[in-house]
């Protein structure tokens, strides 16, 4: 079956400018997690949405972050206003169940801010 | 949330039996350990988990003594293909809404 597809694949965005990345997760899973990568690091939490409850938002580095999910499956994740510490790649994740250890990631969403 | 230690780098030939070791010296009775893969441009992709003892699965084992304070991962004959970042987790089940990962161990498999 599908896996967890983003879009777009690649972003370059000039600094100032909002930006929103998509994440489709697979069919059925109720979990959904944003993470961030910068070059040669480990993932960074962002967010996460289990069913219908309020989503964990502690990742999330300033008020420029927002991300919805919508009908329990798509994800948008905004950043407005982008700066040049933004640029990274923005991985989504979904699992069966909210405390499941096994996550499927998608490919990632490599942004540039110039 | 406990931290994990493992090396950043190891380098291996191809057919030869690679072992990751991570400690987490502040485990707690109820954390599992778990191990992704990251290939480049991807992802990072679930390899296997466990509580005590031993687990194998079709990819890996990951060994974990009595204290618990340290695991081992083994990849059995690596390939080429093998060459990726590993990352060590604990994993507190049935609240793992996050996951915190590391920098990870970089392996090299050469021919």
């Known amino acids: 079956g599908a896996g967890v597809s983003q879009s777009p694949s690649n972003k370059v965005t000039e600094k100032g400018k909002d930006v929103e990345l998509r994440c489709d997760p697979i069919?059925?899973?109720?979990?959904l997690y944003w993470y961030r990568q910068s070059l040669g690091q480990g993932l960074e939490f962002l967010i996460y949405?289990?069913?219908?409850?309020?989503?964990?938002k502690s990742g999330l580095p300033s008020d420029r972050f927002s991300a919805e999910r919508t009908g329990g499956s798509v994800s948008t994740l905004t950043i407005q206003r982008t700066q040049q510490e933004d640029s990274a790649v923005y991985l989504c994740?979904?699992?069966?169940?909210?405390?499941?250890?096994?996550?499927?990631f998608g490919p990632g969403t490599r942004l540039t801010v110039t | 949330l406990a931290k994990t230690t493992q090396p950043i780098s190891m380098d291996s030939y191809e057919g030869q039996e690679v072992n990751i070791t991570c400690s987490h010296n502040?485990?707690?009775?109820?954390?599992?350990i778990t191990w992704y893969q990251q290939f480049p441009s991807q992802g990072p992709r679930f390899i296997i988990q466990g509580y005590k003892t031993k687990v194998t699965n079709e990819v890996a084992s990951l060994f974990i003594p009595a204290d618990r304070k340290s695991s081992t991962l083994s990849l059995p004959r690596v390939s080429l293909s093998d060459t990726a970042v590993y990352y060590c987790?604990?994993?507190?089940?049935?609240?793992?809404?996050?996951?915190?990962f590391g920098t990870g161990t970089r392996l090299q498999v050469t021919l």
């Open positions: 949405f289990q069913g219908n409850s309020a989503p964990d």
């Open positions: 502040n485990i707690a009775t109820n954390d599992y």
């Open positions: 069919s059925g899973h109720t979990a």
């Open positions: 987790l604990v994993v507190l089940t049935g609240t793992a809404s996050k996951l915190t």
């Open positions: 994740a979904s699992s069966l169940t909210g405390g499941s250890y096994e996550q499927y």
